[in-house]
């Protein structure tokens, strides 16, 4: 399976022809160009998870391979980092998920981004991208894999700001940089106390051995908890870094302002999914420290209730998305952390949290691409601008319809089985936990729907003076491609593929957990349905009626607020200029001083070079003279 | 062999030091140049001096002499060229002119 | 040379009386072809002191590199950068009292230095024949001179094509 190495270099090559030649290509041939090169990249990642998942299991588990692995750099005896492709269950589900996102959306950009400045550009970074989380996924080993996060991180950073000349859109890409780079910092700490007790950093290593962690580092603990634990805490911090959880998901909302294409691929279905990835990838070692897990259980719940509070009264529907996103990637998290690997029954959150993944990147990348396609027929992010358009629409319409019944989770579309999954394995564990989230999936349900009905119905546009319009082919087509999988993706075995120890685990419906999802979407749907089918007042007299809540809620409960406090605050005024302060007065102040003497002594004594020829040879005179005296004074 | 070493060494210390007067009362660059050529061949006298009178066996001392006029004829054909040069540019081969390029 | 004692004496106090004049005089006339005509003089009464002092291979070159090739520089240069019978300006008096006093009181501190040292002469050798100079000046052992004889021979080549450099027109 040595082609695989080709999944990664495509895009690569792509990227760099169509970065280096840049505007020298016709707008309309880089596009076709990229999204070809995707093309054969989706096209071999299909043939790969084919070949993978038919060939005969081994114990009853797909053997992993891998195909492509060379040293790269040697430090020690023990540690070195590799450079290759690692096909286990997992990465190649990522494969074929980020292929098919990537393809989608670089279709969708022919039409969306046509006649943009910059297009060429465009592409060139979205190749980057896709090389880079391709690279992610496949990683062998943990520092590969950091190496590829860092360039997803900055790949994110330039297409955030890819209409460079826009303040906010600067603003956000700067702040979507640091606050993940912020984070790597604790995923790189981790990765080095890790691998400094375990002496590596293979995956396949690590997780046939989880418990060395434990064991090289038995006895050691800092503040009150293990070395163990420190170092998985922090990896989890990367993850939550990059997957936007509570506290450090600020990054995404602003996100929103590069175009709708990246969000769709970026802050939706593949780049914010990597700190799910990274858990679920380093699983068995998660397992030996089940304080950690319970922190990750925690840390996703908040998110997930918060970010969906945020959402239902949020107007921009781009923000409104992307807090949905934060909500369901919270809960692949807390999937994550209720599950354990003893036998498959107790890792089945392992499973579902996988599920999700796989199904939400399809109807939530569908949801961007349709909000797109929305923006791209009203020209506003606006709730108020919309309304009715319906009419005007109707295979964004039903395609988006589709998304919202999948998000909500609504037999029988893929959302539904997979938050069910998750509903049931969080239930399983701890019944607080799972009335909690299926709280949180009422919201969801319930924002989804709000959206819905404001973007579709509440009124009827006046439309004499600009008649929204349906999208080109080109956006139409990978809607209604992503929304049949979001039909179908539901009956996909997916348990028989991917489980927590490799065996095949056969997904059965809990009843009682299903059905009450069900009546609490439904009723939820319903809700929205009452207060949002037509243009009325319902919704402001309820805000009126809870206004302290509804601004806590639209200002996203202040979250920004404090971090702008914690660092402009407290840490400029209290750590940096005090710093700055130093630095200007006595670090520079001791340079400038030698300056300064310096400058004056030179000032005092260049009246000596006077340039003329014979004052030196008085001086030259009288030095020597001086000299022969003081000698023969010497000898008398 | 009759006339003392010092009658020799006195007519060269004049003519060193005639040299050092020169240099350090004349402005014209070409005067200057000449009263270095009175002091080289001051010393270059010195030194046949000594040879002849301290080491009459060696020839070091003459073939000193011989070496410092060639590298006297040298460094006077370049100091001329220069002053040549600055003539063109100036129209003027006073030394207290040539302070342009001071500090 | 083998001349009289007596014929010697007189030929040395001639010597030396046209070295003391001739370079006092090169310094402080105002004419400044003058000046290198004295110093022709001084150096033509040098080349005659080595040839006292059996040097005659030294005051040949004396002759012929200083009379008859710098001096010639010299005067060409005189007449491409003055006029005729141009006086150069006087140099203001303090400055000539100063040089004047530094010029006696290095010949005070010399000559006091030379005339206190207690001077020792090895025993009395032969005059070098020319023969012996240039195996001197292209052999390669012990007091013997290819190399810095080499080195000059560059330098001057240096120095013709610096000079050119130089002076000539751009």
């Excluded at chain 1, 990537?102 to 910059?118: A, C, D, N, R």
């Excluded at chain 3, 012996?132 to 052992?141: D, K, N, T, V, Y």
């Amino acid at each position: 399976m040595e082609y695989t190495i080709f999944i990664l270099l495509l895009p690569l090559a792509m990227f760099l022809l169509l970065g280096l030649l840049d505007t020298k290509l016709k707008p309309r041939v880089a596009g076709i160009l990229g999204t070809l090169g995707m093309t054969v990249c989706t096209a071999l990642a299909y043939y790969t998870a084919y070949l993978f998942f038919t060939q005969s299991r081994v114990d009853g588990v797909y053997p992993s391979h891998t195909p492509v692995n060379y040293e790269w750099l040697r430090f020690t005896e023990h540690l070195h980092i590799d450079l290759g492709i690692y096909l286990d269950p997992i990465s190649v589900m990522m494969l074929v998920v980020i292929t098919t996102v990537s393809l989608m959306v670089h279709i969708y950009s022919l039409g969306y981004m046509h006649g943009e400045k910059g297009f060429q550009r465009y592409y060139a970074f979205l190749s980057l991208f896709s090389m880079s989380m391709l690279g992610l996924v496949v990683a062998t080993n943990i520092f590969q894999m950091y190496i590829f996060w860092e360039l997803v991180g900055v790949s994110s950073y330039l297409l955030i700001g890819f209409y460079y000349t826009k303040p906010a859109a600067i603003a956000a890409s700067k702040k979507a940089f640091i606050v993940t780079r912020f984070a790597d910092l604790g995923f790189l700490i981790g990765i080095l106390i890790l691998s400094f007790f375990t002496k590596t950093f293979d995956f396949a290593t690590l997780t046939a051995n989880p418990s060395a962690i434990i064991t090289e580092s038995a006895g050691m603990t800092f503040m009150g908890c293990s070395v163990a634990s420190w170092a998985l805490a922090l990896i989890f911090m990367g993850g939550a870094g990059k997957s936007a959880m509570f506290p450090l998901h600020i990054w995404l909302p602003d996100a929103m302002e590069g175009p709708t294409p990246v969000s769709a691929l970026i802050h939706a279905a593949t780049m914010v999914v990597a700190g799910v990835y990274l858990v679920a990838r380093l699983f068995p070692v998660y397992c030996v420290t089940p304080e950690v897990l319970d922190l990750i259980t925690t840390v996703g719940a908040i998110t997930a209730l918060y970010a969906a509070i945020v959402a239902c009264v949020q107007t921009d529907i781009k923000r409104v998305l992307a807090f949905s996103t934060i909500s369901q990637i919270a809960f692949m998290i807390v999937a994550l952390g209720v599950a354990s690997d003893t036998d498959l029954h107790a890792g089945l959150g392992y499973m579902a949290s996988m599920f999700h993944l796989f199904t939400h990147a399809m109807f939530k990348a569908l949801l961007f691409l349709g909000a797109g396609a929305i923006i791209h027929a009203v020209h506003s992010n606006e709730m108020s601008e919309m309304g009715g358009l319906r009419k005007y629409m109707p295979i964004t319409h039903i395609t988006f319809l589709i998304a919202c019944l999948a998000i909500a989770g609504i037999p029988p579309f893929s959302g539904f089985f997979s938050k069910d999954e998750i509903l049931t394995a969080v239930m399983h564990k701890s019944t607080f936990w799972g009335i909690w989230m299926t709280i949180v999936a009422g919201l969801t349900a319930f924002y989804m729907f709000r959206l819905y009905f404001r973007i579709f119905w509440w009124k009827e546009t006046d439309c004499s003076h600009h008649t929204p319009h349906e999208a080109p082919l080109t956006m139409t087509l990978p809607l209604i491609f992503l929304a049949v999988v979001t039909c179908v993706a539901g009956f996909i075995p997916f348990g028989e593929l991917v489980s927590v120890n490799g065996q095949p685990y056969h997904i059965h419906l809990d009843m009682s957990v299903a059905t009450t999802s069900i009546i609490v979407a439904v009723c939820a749907i319903l809700l929205a349905t009452w207060m949002y089918l037509k243009e009325n007042n319902k919704p402001g007299n309820i805000e009126k009626a809870t206004s302290v809540l509804h601004r806590a809620a639209y200002r996203r409960f202040y979250i920004d607020e404090i971090y702008l406090f914690i660092t402009h605050k407290i840490i400029f005024n209290l750590i940096c200029r005090p710093i700055a302060w130093f630095d200007r007065h006595i670090i520079d102040g001791t340079m400038d001083m030698f300056a300064n003497v310096t400058q004056c002594v030179s000032a005092r004594i260049k009246g000596l070079q006077s340039g003329s020829v014979q004052g030196y040879v008085w001086l030259i005179l009288i030095g020597s003279l001086l000299v022969a005296t003081i000698t023969i004074c010497c000898c008398l | 062999m009759e006339t003392p070493m010092m009658y020799y060494i006195v007519i060269s210390l004049v003519m060193f030091f005639a040299g050092v007067y020169g240099f350090m009362t004349r402005k014209n660059m070409l005067m200057m140049l000449i009263s270095i050529e009175l002091m080289l061949n001051a010393v270059d006298i010195n030194f046949a001096v000594f040879n002849r009178f301290l080491f009459p066996g060696q020839m070091e001392g003459m073939i000193f002499s011989i070496f410092a006029i060639a590298i006297a004829a040298a460094e006077t054909a370049i100091a001329i060229a220069i002053i040549i040069n600055i003539y063109r540019h100036i129209r003027n081969i006073d030394a207290d002119n040539l302070d342009d390029m001071k500090y | 040379m083998e001349l009289l004692p007596l014929a010697q004496q007189v030929i040395f106090y001639l010597l030396a009386a046209v070295i003391v004049i001739c370079s006092i005089l090169a310094v402080t006339t105002r004419r400044i072809l003058r000046a290198a005509t004295y110093l022709l003089f001084t150096l033509l009464a040098t080349a005659g002191i080595y040839f006292m002092l059996d040097y005659t291979f030294l005051g040949s070159v004396q002759i012929a590199v200083y009379a008859g090739g710098i001096l010639v520089l010299f005067v060409f240069s005189i007449l491409l950068t003055s006029h005729p019978g141009e006086e150069t300006e006087k140099s203001s008096k303090t400055k000539r009292i100063l040089g004047l006093i530094a010029a006696i009181a290095g010949i005070v501190t010399c000559g006091y230095a030379l005339f206190t040292y207690p001077w020792s002469s090895t025993a009395v050798g032969e005059a070098q024949s020319i023969q012996q100079i240039g195996h001197a000046l292209i052999g390669m052992e012990k007091f013997q001179y290819l190399l810095p004889f080499e080195a000059v021979s560059v330098l001057l080549l240096a120095c013709i094509i610096g000079a050119i450099m130089i002076a000539r027109k751009r």
